[in-house]
């Protein structure tokens, strides 16, 4: 393939979209060693320009033909745009980082979070996906943990912020709370259930056979996929709260052998992409708030789970921003390594 | 002792709070028989006037000397205000029923949720314990399950509104997410951390052995306790979220047998205090805003627990009125018992 990975022309498809916004400025802050950035989105966004580093670029409309001369391209739009243009992208010899679902349990995509898997990267055939997000923000913080004491079981429980919907389910969150303390009534047209002051369980799809979400059965196949051990057994309930970007997760997990809160809590220090937060003394501990515009994600409530005399299981409470970590941030990681690892094909 | 337990005179003790406001409402919505209402609060509420049927009752101060003739007390202030002054109640031969934690769990008190452990009320020595609210909602629905299928292991993770830490947090979390949405500063007061669009660990004091906070233990020892089952092993971890008035908790349970998610959906069909709401094919389950006002705790997402797969484990998701069932109105309840069951004493 003709692509150039030390100093690529990089395509973002969905620029003006809440990840693509972030994406962008991920490049940008990172010093991402690109030749040239091309944003490319619906025909509505067609003529917006966004700043990146000290110009302004004119946002294209997304075609066939949009991908010419394009090295890598950074996918955040749905899956339907995802399967019709990725496939291009790769024709042209081109790489493909997409965030949507559409090929992440694929045999042949690698699913990759940095701080876990990077090394699944060098056999992509040129595509590799972005994790869910609520999968990424649950599991990164527990990858050291399986590494040094196999994580048997994991139960999650979590509280997704209005950007896992898109830009304009964040704006729902804030007209339709406006409109509730006037008094005003409020019609939602993004999310299927009022949201001021509500949550409601993640609005994808029920399996009717299974009873999950379609979103927690990726926190339940992606983390299998990401951690490489189809053996791991997960469970996850999935919720939307009223929270404008960031996640947090409840996650209790068994390990194959007893294993210590504080051993956990040690390993929480060094394990990349995490910042403890574990503040007894002063009840500071994850919060959305705080974990908003970090690359970390935000780790603490670290504790024995008093429900298992085994002393195998551990319970803790994580916060990670989900347009960074649980999007923008790890596909723009994953970018990096392309760049640093060219494809073997 | 000298109580008139088939037309009490009743006092509420913090009626002006969020609690006492819905006492007031559930004593006359339920046509609760009593000879004369008195209601008690600090002194700064004094002269203020509650409409309870057709008159105004002016709220006097908490005094010594308030319970002079009173047959049933429900209180609903402070642990140190019940500790105050639940035994001059006693001692003047009225029976208390404590909405703070100040007696939960000592031997001697009854802990009480109708649907539960209704006899356990005959046991009193004068006061009778309401429980914790989370308590009250995670585990009322549970209870037909534990009768057929004992549950041995159980993990909450709760999502609780600010009705919870009393009504100047509802006021709080309105006026702050105003203040966001304005782009004012906001200085909290009343909760340790920012409100509007966040969510944070519970704020209450972490046990500097185990980890868990206040209210997560309350979760824990006052569910062994009410199902009178001091091996059922109890794990929580208790979140406060952005949400005004009705907590919701994810709930996974293991049973001794294996049991099937349909069986626990047919017991919630007929569980007394609960309202099966799992509708999969419209995406529509238990929410604060349906819970909000509601005597019913709202229950759905139920589900076999895909990380068990000894089939003896099911995970659901349920949403009650915090001020009402988790309070107000199961002190109410109890209430009502005492009418009908006088005490042994």
Redesign the interface.
Known sequence: MGSNLSSPLVAIVGATGAVGVEMIRCLEERNFPLSGLRLLASPRSTGRKLKFRDREIEVEPLTEQSFKGVDIALFSASGTVSRQFAPIVVKEGAIVVDNSSAFRMDADTPLVVPEINAGEIARHKGIIANPNCAAIISITPLWPVHQRNPIK???V?T?QAASGAGAAAMEE??AS??AY?QGREYKNTVL???YA?????H????D?V????DEEMKV?EETKKIFGDPDI???A?C?R????RAH?V?V?FECERPIA?AEVRELMKTAPGVKLVDD??N?Y?????DASGQDDILV??????????SGK?V?L?SAGDQLLKGAALNAVQIAEKLVKVPALA
């Open positions: 079981r994991l139960i429980a509280y969150l804030r709370t406006e303390l299927p259930h009022p002051f509500n949550l409601f369980s609005n994808t799809k029920i009717p299974t009873g999950y979400n339940i057994r997960v469970s309930t919720v709260v009223p929270v404008l947090s409840a209790t809160a007894w003394a009840n501990f994850p919060m959305p708030k603490g409530r670290i504790r024995q789970d008093l429900s298992d005399p299981s319970t409470f």
